[in-house]
């Protein structure tokens, strides 16, 4: 489903249990999302990476990791709740089977991408590398064995064994080519190029991580193609200057109090110190 309006609820009092307290702070809000792309903006510590998590909750979005439920005692109704489940519970968020600009229809997949799937992904590839070089290993081993006198046959059978064993070591290396691991940020960026699809929503937590500006330019215009041409909605949380530029994006900066949609990407605080390292390298 796409994501047409989220709203927040006023929760009542200053709690102090992660996640309500990121809820209750935002206060009563609601947005309208109107652009295929769109950036939940703050600082670190700000709470946009709790609410992507909220959200993805709350739609039951497909994710690799699983998430903390911050399991508590509830000592109002005698028994454990999850605080993840009672914030779900409390938003609001209003769905459509087809977004505004186009008549596509729904979208296939629905999907949260944190760092953690994106650490997973290199991961695996080193751990299968990892498993191919024991594997090579241990067959080269059983070859030298018999190279140092252990096989205890005939030379006409030993030479027989040999050949055989040679053989099939050379047709398991065959099967069990390492993968190539590149950097880290090269290695995110071929994950994205992956995994992004079209006809799908995507809920994206700081996806520059790791990527340099030039990866973080393509990435950026990748989702940019996928949003506007290929039917997919992304809602990103990030304060990477290339993700806000998006043209067309809408962002709910969660700094602001009451929370606000930001028109000028430019004027938020972290992009300042842009501005200001950039104006002194010309100045």
């Given at each position: 489903?796409?994501?047409?309006?989220?709203?927040?609820?006023?929760?009542?009092?200053?709690?102090?249990?992660?996640?309500?307290?990121?809820?209750?702070?935002?206060?009563?809000?609601?947005?309208?999302?109107?652009?295929?792309?769109?950036?939940?903006?703050?600082?670190?510590?700000?709470?946009?990476?709790?609410?992507?998590?909220?959200?993805?909750?709350?739609?039951?979005?497909?994710?690799?990791?699983?998430?903390?439920?911050?399991?508590?005692?509830?000592?109002?109704?005698?028994?454990?709740?999850?605080?993840?489940?009672?914030?779900?519970?409390?938003?609001?968020?209003?769905?459509?089977?087809?977004?505004?600009?186009?008549?596509?229809?729904?979208?296939?997949?629905?999907?949260?991408?944190?760092?953690?799937?994106?650490?997973?992904y290199i991961a695996r590839k080193v751990d299968h590398n990892s498993k191919?070089?024991?594997?090579?290993?241990?067959?080269?081993?059983?070859?030298?064995?018999?190279?140092?006198?252990?096989?205890?046959?005939?030379?006409?059978?030993?030479?027989?064994?040999?050949?055989?064993?040679?053989?099939?070591?050379?047709?398991?290396?065959?099967?069990?080519?390492?993968?190539?691991?590149?950097?880290?940020?090269?290695?995110?960026?071929?994950?994205?190029?992956?995994?992004?699809?079209?006809?799908?929503?995507?809920?994206?937590?700081?996806?520059?991580?790791?990527?340099?500006?030039?990866?973080?330019?393509?990435?950026?215009?990748?989702?940019?193609?996928?949003?506007?041409?290929?039917?997919?909605?992304?809602?990103?949380?990030?304060?990477?200057p290339f993700f806000l530029s998006i043209e067309g994006a809408q962002i709910?900066?969660?700094?602001?109090?009451?929370?606000?949609?930001?028109?000028?990407?430019?004027?938020?605080?972290?992009?300042?110190?842009?501005?200001?390292?950039?104006?002194?390298?010309?100045?």
């Amino acid at each position: 489903m796409f994501v047409k309006r989220i709203i927040f609820p006023d929760i009542e009092g200053n709690s102090r249990s992660y996640p309500v307290n990121v809820i209750s702070k935002l206060g009563k809000t609601e947005f309208n999302i109107n652009s295929p792309v769109t950036l939940i903006y703050g600082s670190n510590g700000s709470g946009k990476s709790t609410l992507l998590n909220i959200i993805a909750h709350k739609l039951n979005c497909d994710r690799e990791t699983k998430i903390d439920p911050k399991v508590t005692y509830d000592y109002r109704i005698g028994r454990a709740i999850s605080l993840f489940d009672e914030v779900s519970q409390r938003i609001d968020i209003v769905t459509s089977n087809t977004f505004d600009y186009d008549d596509k229809g729904q979208p296939e997949n629905q999907r949260l991408i944190t760092s953690a799937e994106v650490l997973n992904y290199i991961a695996r590839k080193v751990d299968h590398n990892s498993k191919v070089s024991v594997a090579i290993n241990t067959k080269v081993n059983r070859i030298n064995s018999w190279k140092w006198g252990e096989y205890d046959g005939s030379i006409s059978e030993g030479s027989a064994y040999l050949k055989k064993i040679t053989e099939r070591d050379a047709s398991a290396r065959i099967s069990m080519h390492e993968k190539n691991i590149q950097s880290n940020g090269e290695e995110i960026f071929e994950y994205f190029a992956e995994i992004l699809e079209s006809n799908s929503l995507y809920l994206l937590d700081e996806p520059e991580n790791c990527l340099s500006p030039i990866f973080q330019q393509r990435l950026a215009e990748c989702i940019t193609d996928l949003a506007y041409e290929y039917n997919s909605q992304f809602i990103i949380a990030s304060h990477s200057p290339f993700f806000l530029s998006i043209e067309g994006a809408q962002i709910i900066n969660i700094d602001a109090y009451p929370v606000e949609c930001c028109k000028d990407w430019r004027k938020l605080e972290n992009m300042r110190p842009y501005f200001e390292l950039f104006g002194d390298i010309k100045g």
